[in-house]
């Protein structure tokens, strides 16, 4: 059975708030719209001519200082990051949101403001399955700054984040999976934090017109200046989570992986955005078909089937491309969602089993051993496997190069083959194979 696919959704309709932005200090309306499938979250910036939108992409990221800033052309908005978080988690994949100045109100500085309008607009599902990324292979960035992110495969998306200040002051952590339920209860709630060393040069620049005890928490020396107390013992690791989430929504995709943070800030978390994006769009190129040669130089399926006594399910060659020498070939095979092993590996999360892998592997060889025999008579048996290692996931859609060499043959009796499979230029699997023959 395969899992129900997660559908998109959007706002069921449009709803409002007004308040302060924090850097220009003036008062702000931000209205959230319904919007249609695969629309993504865009801005709208209601008090230019022409209501301009930019995309909440990371292409448009346009500067991370303690805040993140996005813009297309000259047009820019600015501190998108807490409104993005609350859309993401609670779930919204398409809305317009309209503002009638270059930032939307900061409120008290956390989410709670952007969730509770979420919450007013409502939440509706939409016709069209959800886009994820799915992490393959554990990916990491890192600042000079000592901030860092390790990006794990996990078939949730979790965060787990350790947060300290200047001489790790207030060092905390926290690891939770993001569920609309959990961000709401756990992070929307968690306030702006600033050590008074890094905001004292803008105060004296009057850089942050709005800004106050209203919406940020100011930490001096071992002092924990607030208009209201901590809402959390916590509560500076979890703003953190809250900015990971809102940066990383200008992927433009839900992200099945474990988020592992240090220290991180808006520009190592837009790092990641950006190498999320380019595996994105490298894996999408796997599509891109290749010329794959049939005739003279391999054998077309209907020679493979003459070769193989192998049928359905358990045919793991769709063609040999080619025979480089009598002992060296590759084959192919194409990985499609139709696999019948992918209803219970898994449900809902396709991965194909590496031992299926090696099969294709000892299928290659296989018709390497019946070319050099040059009789069907006798039959290659498969008997060990050794080093077999299994590199990277092999997933619906990809293309299986699998590579095999005869490596060694004993007496007439046993052969040796070094194969390993290939997918988007990087290797999956490997292994040893060894046969032995014996008369039909
Ligand atoms: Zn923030």
């Known amino acids: 059975m395969a899992a129900t696919p997660e559908l998109q959704q959007t706002v069921g309709k449009t709803a409002s708030f007004s308040g302060t932005a924090l850097h220009i200090g003036e008062k702000v309306t931000l209205k959230l719209h319904p919007a249609p499938v695969d629309h993504g979250i865009k801005f709208r910036r209601k008090d230019l001519q022409d209501e301009p939108t930019i995309d909440a992409r990371i292409e448009n990221l346009k500067t991370v200082e303690r805040a993140t800033t996005i813009g297309e052309g000259s047009v820019r908005v600015h501190t998108v990051e807490h409104v993005l978080a609350a859309l993401s988690a609670m779930g919204v994949d398409n809305a317009i949101v309209e503002m009638d100045a270059n930032e939307p109100p900061i409120g008290d500085g956390s989410a709670q403001a952007y969730v509770d309008l979420i919450k007013k607009a409502g939440v509706i ?249 040059k009789t069907t008579s006798r039959i290659g048996y498969f008997m060990s496997a050794d080093e077999v290692k299994f590199r990277k996931p092999v997933l619906p859609g990809d293309t299986i190069f699998v590579h095999a060499e005869l490596t060694k043959s004993r007496g007439e009796r046993l052969a040796k083959a070094k194969c390993h499979c290939v997918v988007n230029d990087a290797i999956v699997s490997e292994a040893e194979l060894m046969f032995t023959f014996l008369d039909k």
């Open 125 to 373: 599902a939409q016709e069209e399955p959800r886009k994820f990324f799915n992490v393959r292979d554990t990916m990491h960035v890192e600042s000079k700054t000592g901030a860092l992110i390790v990006l794990l495969p996990d078939d949730k998306f979790r965060i787990s984040c350790t947060q300290a200040g200047p001489n790790n002051r207030f060092a905390q952590f926290l690891s939770m999976e993001v569920t609309p339920a959990g961000f709401e209860r756990e992070i929307a709630p968690a306030r702006t934090f600033v050590f008074y060393e890094d905001v004292k040069p803008l105060m004296d620049k009057n850089l942050i017109k709005g800004g106050s005890l209203e919406n940020a928490i100011v930490v001096r020396g071992d002092a924990v200046l607030s208009k209201e107390p901590l809402r959390f013992a916590d509560e500076f690791v979890r703003h953190k989570i809250l900015d990971i989430i809102g940066d990383l929504a200008l992927v433009g995709r839900r992200i099945r992986g474990h988020v592992v943070a240090v220290k991180p800030g808006h520009a190592v978390n837009a790092d990641l955005a950006r190498a999320i994006t380019r595996e994105q769009s490298r894996r999408s190129a796997v599509a891109t078909p290749r010329t794959v040669p049939s005739g003279d130089g391999g054998l077309d399926i209907d020679q493979v089937m003459q070769i193989l006594p192998h049928r359905f399910p358990f045919l793991m060659v769709d063609r040999i491309i080619s025979f480089e020498t009598e002992t060296k070939c590759v084959g192919v095979k194409t990985v499609t969602i139709n696999e019948p092993f992918f209803q219970g590996h898994f449900p809902g999360h396709p991965v194909m089993p590496g031992v299926m892998q090696v099969e294709a592997m000892a299928q290659v060889a296989s018709i390497l051993l019946f070319k050099l025999a």
